[in-house]
């Protein structure tokens, strides 16, 4: 009872003299978010006793574990001047004591010489600011060749680019943006000379009526031309070579306070695409990334042109294109921007593919060859007018008209099987969009939108001699005559209310939309007697309509380091289809983020989410539809909506004043139901029927992300990797249904540095594996490696020459290995208004390139030609 009581008295007297510190942290611009703050004992400054950390307003309070009678507080932070302050208690009255500390930049001093200014990188709030100065190694062209090499910036295949792991939503130039979701005609064809500073803007809102209102976390890139370069400016580039090769470019730039206006128009032979059009491989181009779910679909195949090599190497071309991009000030609140694009190419490759499949212990082998050329031809054209009526209110309008026409054709080899293939699509496609802002007041604002856009996109395909799937056909059949044709049309209206309080931002969406989906096929067959003939079930009239009315809300609450997003839908749909008639139904999909913020360089986020997708139509057709000269395609339908749950963690670490970035995230998703697929195969053709199941697959996925930036060796490093479980199923040849579990895997290390004072090195090496297992039994694997070796030599700043080595393993288990080499030499007259250029492609001459592909099935080994060795000298004029 004794010890009890005493115990009490000192716990109620160290209580009664609890002190605490708290204060501020600023400069001369305003609070300093996550500053240091360190509390060491007067009798020892060199131990730290207790630590704490300013929020992100610059707030700290910290109680002291015990009374003291002085303490010595030190606060520091990334680009500041450390302030310490000696503090002196008096017990019986200083309980809690206030210390404001105004922190200075940091000046460095060396020698008397004041260096504050050069950085490679400097952070202005939401802004990273990159001097291209500190990382370009002299082989850099144009803009794009430039952002691969900054630090936190990434350029995928299709010309998208990210910051810190996010899709860039503009491209900006001089804070205007001239090329919307076609931005890489910019990054593209910008000369690299005139960008004086790259910009990074996170937190970016396009609408600046509604700053400070939304809770996006989307980014923008900047490039802040060099001063003297406005007016009118430009580069020509002529190059001719062997073989009858030619590169021919001219770019202007035009830059005054009414008008800012950028202009390409560009013809080549030497495989290089300066477009935001990728005809070539099955990857979606930037511009028809952001326009997929409203364009109508297309199911005849046009050919095979991919190949992981880079275009220089296997892209046969023909391409001529040309694109203006103006933004014009008609006044002080009225702007004009149009884009206008042409673009026709001609595309050719020779394919040859070995198949071996194994199906249900039957063993068999499918051999193909095609000699192929594609045409495609697309006219462009783009319109937006923004107002700004008042302070307060601005509406906006946005047009745009699409042509898309391509003719493919091809003589192919089917197993020794001579036919000719004929494709001739032509997609056209409109949009308007009318977008109105109201500032209510500081805190709430209201936006409407009206939306209309209509596409269709009907093919003919030719294949002669045919081919029939019907065992009841006994006559040779001289041709198949497939039409195809979707349309869709979609009209929606939107409402979007936003509002701020204490902690929290509300943003209410209610709205409209109705959606018009119509399918027309016919298969049509010509025997040797010439008597066409068809059959219903290769016919298919699909009309497929729906409209949705929809509440949806999210509500953000952010204190200190904390920040949590809830997100609730609600949707009412209606259906009407030729398939299951009138249906309605109602849909509600949560999501929720939460998000911790350890330091202003440290993060962890998290998300769950809950998706009820309709049916798409390309699901709902139930008639065969001939997609190529061995395949076919139909469904069995279903109306049911794919319901997805999907989990995400990740871990995020980026210092822009150490210049250093990491991320390690996982995600898993699951569906309820999915659609699966019956393939029936033979030596001759596929079929594919997709079908509904209540029983859903699962994805895993782990990745990584890490960068580095040494200043003392002007050197940086990524590290990229990936590793991903997919639990999938499917149906062969009549089998069970079948469980397949495909596990990918790959790492890629990039590295810049200077060997020493006028040499640097880029080296890319990257290795693959994809394995895929059949209930549980290994069924077909294979791994890959890669490495891309360039050496830049500037001799002086009017010579220098960079030289390219490639070495590529497609498959490890196999003897084949490639080597590439390809060089550039470079001379710059004194005036630098002219560059003088040789350069070699592909100089080991290699003829064709092998790639593998594998399924739990079959694995093919494929090959195609490449761009034959040639030699190109080229002028470039400054003007």
Request: glycine content about 4%; proline content about 2%; some cysteine.
């Given at each position: 009872?004794?010890?009890?009581i005493l115990f009490f008295f000192c716990f109620f007297v160290n209580q009664c003299y609890t002190q605490t510190i708290k204060g501020n942290v600023?400069?001369?611009?305003?609070?300093?978010?996550?500053?240091?703050?360190?509390?060491?004992?007067?009798?020892?400054?060199?131990?730290?006793?207790?630590?704490?950390?300013?929020?992100?307003?610059?707030?700290?309070?910290?109680?002291?574990?015990?009374?003291?009678?002085?303490?010595?507080?030190?606060?520091?932070?990334?680009?500041?001047?450390?302030?310490?302050?000696?503090?002196?208690?008096?017990?019986?009255?200083?309980?809690?004591?206030?210390?404001?500390?105004?922190?200075?930049?940091?000046?460095?001093?060396?020698?008397?010489?004041?260096?504050?200014?050069?950085?490679?990188?400097?952070?202005?709030?939401?802004?990273?600011?990159?001097?291209?100065?500190?990382?370009?190694?002299?082989?850099?062209?144009?803009?794009?060749?430039?952002?691969?090499?900054?630090?936190?910036?990434?350029?995928?295949?299709?010309?998208?680019?990210?910051?810190?792991?996010?899709?860039?939503?503009?491209?900006?130039?001089?804070?205007?943006?001239?090329?919307?979701?076609?931005?890489?005609?910019?990054?593209?064809?910008?000369?690299?000379?005139?960008?004086?500073?790259?910009?990074?803007?996170?937190?970016?809102?396009?609408?600046?009526?509604?700053?400070?209102?939304?809770?996006?976390?989307?980014?923008?890139?900047?490039?802040?031309?060099?001063?003297?370069?406005?007016?009118?400016?430009?580069?020509?580039?002529?190059?001719?070579?062997?073989?009858?090769?030619?590169?021919?470019?001219?770019?202007?730039?035009?830059?005054?306070?009414?008008?800012?206006?950028?202009?390409?128009?560009?013809?080549?032979?030497?495989?290089?695409?300066?477009?935001?059009?990728?005809?070539?491989?099955?990857?979606?181009?930037?511009?028809?990334?952001?326009?997929?779910?409203?364009?109508?679909?297309?199911?005849?195949?046009?050919?095979?042109?991919?190949?992981?090599?880079?275009?220089?190497?296997?892209?046969?071309?023909?391409?001529?294109?040309?694109?203006?991009?103006?933004?014009?000030?008609?006044?002080?609140?009225?702007?004009?921007?149009?884009?206008?694009?042409?673009?026709?190419?001609?595309?050719?490759?020779?394919?040859?593919?070995?198949?071996?499949?194994?199906?249900?212990?039957?063993?068999?082998?499918?051999?193909?060859?095609?000699?192929?050329?594609?045409?495609?031809?697309?006219?462009?054209?783009?319109?937006?007018?923004?107002?700004?009526?008042?302070?307060?209110?601005?509406w906006e309008y946005l047009g745009k008209f699409n042509v898309q026409k391509v003719d493919y054709k091809s003589v192919s080899y089917n197993n020794?099987?001579?036919?000719?293939?004929?494709?001739?699509?032509?997609?056209?496609?409109?949009?308007?969009?009318?977008?109105?802002?109201?500032?209510?007041?500081?805190?709430?604002?209201?936006?409407?939108?009206?939306?209309?856009?209509?596409?269709?996109?009907?093919?003919?395909?030719?294949?002669?001699?045919?081919?029939?799937?019907?065992?009841?056909?006994?006559?040779?059949?001289?041709?198949?005559?497939?039409?195809?044709?979707?349309?869709?049309?979609?009209?929606?209206?939107?409402?979007?209310?936003?509002?701020?309080?204490?902690?929290?931002?509300?943003?209410v969406h209610a709205g409209f939309h109705y959606e018009k989906n119509k399918f027309i096929s016919f298969l049509e067959t010509i025997n040797s007697?010439?008597?066409?003939?068809?059959?219903?079930?290769?016919?298919?009239?699909?009309?497929?309509?729906?409209?949705?009315?929809?509440?949806?809300?999210?509500?953000?609450?952010?204190?200190?380091?904390?920040?949590?997003?809830?997100?609730?839908?609600?949707?009412?749909?209606?259906?009407?289809?030729?398939?299951?008639?009138?249906?309605?139904?109602?849909?509600?999909?949560?999501?929720?983020?939460?998000?911790?913020?350890?330091?202003?360089?440290?993060?962890?986020?998290?998300?769950?989410?809950?998706?009820?997708?309709?049916?798409?139509?390309?699901?709902?057709?139930?008639?065969?539809?001939?997609?190529?000269?061995?395949?076919?395609?139909?469904?069995?339908?279903?109306?049911?909506?794919?319901?997805?749950?999907?989990?995400?963690?990740?871990?995020?670490?980026?210092?822009?004043?150490?210049?250093?970035?990491?991320?390690?995230?996982?995600?898993?998703?699951?569906?309820?139901?999915?659609?699966?697929?019956?393939?029936?195969?033979?030596?001759?053709?596929?079929?594919?029927?997709?079908?509904?199941?209540?029983?859903?697959?699962?994805?895993?996925?782990?990745?990584?992300?890490?960068?580095?930036?040494?200043?003392?060796?002007?050197?940086?490093?990524?590290?990229?990797?990936?590793?991903?479980?997919?639990?999938?199923?499917?149906?062969?040849?009549?089998?069970?249904?079948?469980?397949?579990?495909?596990?990918?895997?790959?790492?890629?290390?990039?590295?810049?540095?200077?060997?020493?004072?006028?040499?640097?090195?880029?080296?890319?090496?990257?290795?693959?594996?994809?394995?895929?297992?059949?209930?549980?039994?290994?069924?077909?694997?294979?791994?890959?490696?890669?490495?891309?070796?360039?050496?830049?030599?500037?001799?002086?700043?009017?010579?220098?020459?960079?030289?390219?080595?490639?070495?590529?393993?497609?498959?490890?288990?196999?003897?084949?290995?490639?080597?590439?080499?390809?060089?550039?030499?470079?001379?710059?007259?004194?005036?630098?208004?002219?560059?003088?250029?040789?350069?070699?492609?592909?100089?080991?001459?290699?003829?064709?390139?092998?790639?593998?592909?594998?399924?739990?099935?079959?694995?093919?080994?494929?090959?195609?030609?490449?761009?034959?060795?040639?030699?190109?000298?080229?002028?470039?004029?400054?003007?």
């Amino acid at each position: 009872m004794k010890f009890f009581i005493l115990f009490f008295f000192c716990f109620f007297v160290n209580q009664c003299y609890t002190q605490t510190i708290k204060g501020n942290v600023y400069d001369d611009k305003g609070p300093i978010a996550f500053a240091n703050i360190l509390i060491k004992k007067t009798t020892n400054p060199n131990l730290i006793y207790q630590f704490g950390r300013a929020n992100e307003n610059g707030n700290f309070s910290i109680s002291l574990k015990e009374p003291q009678d002085s303490l010595l507080i030190e606060v520091n932070s990334y680009e500041y001047e450390t302030v310490y302050k000696k503090v002196r208690f008096v017990l019986e009255k200083d309980k809690i004591i206030t210390l404001n500390f105004k922190l200075n930049p940091s000046i460095i001093k060396l020698k008397e010489v004041i260096i504050g200014d050069d950085k490679p990188i400097k952070v202005k709030k939401d802004t990273i600011v990159y001097d291209p100065n500190k990382f370009k190694n002299g082989s850099e062209k144009v803009v794009e060749d430039l952002l691969r090499k900054l630090p936190g910036i990434e350029v995928e295949d299709n010309g998208q680019i990210k910051f810190k792991g996010k899709t860039i939503k503009k491209l900006l130039l001089d804070g205007d943006d001239l090329f919307d979701s076609q931005y890489t005609i910019g990054s593209k064809n910008i000369d690299v000379d005139i960008v004086d500073k790259v910009e990074a803007i996170e937190n970016y809102q396009e609408n600046i009526l509604l700053k400070g209102l939304t809770s996006n976390d989307e980014v923008a890139i900047n490039l802040k031309l060099k001063k003297g370069k406005s007016d009118f400016s430009g580069n020509a580039n002529l190059g001719l070579g062997i073989e009858k090769k030619q590169n021919l470019t001219i770019t202007g730039i035009l830059l005054n306070s009414k008008n800012k206006s950028f202009i390409v128009s560009s013809f080549n032979n030497t495989g290089i695409n300066n477009t935001p059009y990728d005809f070539n491989s099955t990857s979606i181009s930037l511009e028809s990334l952001s326009e997929q779910k409203l364009k109508a679909s297309e199911l005849i195949n046009q050919g095979q042109f991919y190949s992981p090599l880079e275009d220089k190497l296997h892209r046969i071309n023909n391409n001529f294109y040309t694109s203006l991009n103006t933004l014009y000030k008609l006044n002080l609140k009225t702007s004009l921007k149009l884009n206008l694009g042409i673009y026709t190419d001609k595309l050719s490759r020779f394919n040859k593919q070995e198949t071996y499949y194994t199906i249900n212990n039957e063993v068999f082998t499918n051999s193909q060859t095609e000699n192929a050329v594609k045409s495609p031809e697309l006219y462009n054209a783009n319109i937006q007018l923004n107002k700004n009526v008042s302070k307060t209110l601005n509406w906006e309008y946005l047009g745009k008209f699409n042509v898309q026409k391509v003719d493919y054709k091809s003589v192919s080899y089917n197993n020794e099987v001579r036919q000719t293939n004929n494709v001739n699509t032509k997609n056209w496609f409109t949009k308007q969009n009318l977008n109105l802002t109201k500032r209510i007041n500081d805190n709430s604002a209201i936006t409407s939108s009206t939306f209309y856009s209509n596409s269709s996109a009907p093919q003919k395909y030719n294949l002669a001699p045919g081919i029939s799937i019907d065992s009841t056909v006994s006559t040779n059949i001289k041709e198949n005559n497939q039409e195809s044709r979707f349309s869709k049309e979609i009209l929606r209206s939107n409402t979007q209310f936003l509002t701020k309080f204490s902690n929290f931002k509300l943003a209410v969406h209610a709205g409209f939309h109705y959606e018009k989906n119509k399918f027309i096929s016919f298969l049509e067959t010509i025997n040797s007697d010439n008597i066409p003939s068809t059959d219903l079930n290769f016919q298919n009239d699909l009309v497929y309509k729906y409209s949705l009315s929809y509440i949806n809300s999210d509500i953000t609450y952010k204190k200190d380091a904390f920040a949590a997003k809830l997100g609730i839908g609600t949707q009412y749909f209606k259906f009407n289809n030729s398939i299951s008639g009138n249906q309605n139904n109602t849909i509600i999909n949560p999501s929720l983020k939460l998000l911790y913020r350890f330091s202003r360089h440290t993060n962890l986020v998290s998300t769950y989410s809950f998706n009820q997708v309709a049916p798409e139509e390309t699901n709902l057709f139930e008639g065969f539809v001939q997609t190529g000269f061995g395949s076919f395609r139909n469904n069995e339908a279903n109306m049911q909506f794919l319901k997805t749950h999907n989990y995400s963690i990740n871990f995020n670490y980026g210092d822009s004043f150490y210049l250093t970035n990491m991320s390690l995230g996982f995600n898993y998703n699951h569906r309820n139901n999915n659609y699966f697929y019956k393939n029936y195969i033979n030596p001759d053709y596929v079929i594919t029927t997709s079908f509904m199941l209540n029983s859903g697959n699962e994805n895993y996925n782990f990745n990584f992300k890490g960068e580095k930036f040494i200043r003392s060796l002007n050197s940086n490093f990524k590290l990229r990797s990936n590793y991903s479980i997919s639990l999938n199923k499917n149906i062969v040849n009549n089998s069970d249904l079948r469980d397949i579990k495909s596990k990918y895997f790959t790492i890629e290390l990039t590295t810049n540095t200077p060997i020493v004072k006028h040499m640097f090195i880029e080296n890319n090496i990257s290795y693959s594996s994809n394995k895929i297992l059949l209930q549980g039994n290994s069924s077909n694997t294979f791994s890959s490696i890669k490495n891309s070796f360039k050496t830049v030599l500037k001799l002086t700043d009017r010579f220098k020459g960079n030289l390219t080595t490639q070495f590529i393993i497609p498959d490890l288990t196999m003897n084949t290995n490639y080597l590439f080499l390809d060089c550039e030499i470079t001379f710059t007259s004194k005036n630098k208004k002219f560059d003088y250029s040789i350069i070699g492609r592909n100089l080991t001459n290699n003829k064709t390139f092998e790639t593998i592909n594998i399924s739990d099935y079959s694995k093919s080994i494929a090959s195609y030609n490449l761009i034959n060795r040639f030699f190109l000298a080229s002028i470039a004029f400054k003007f």
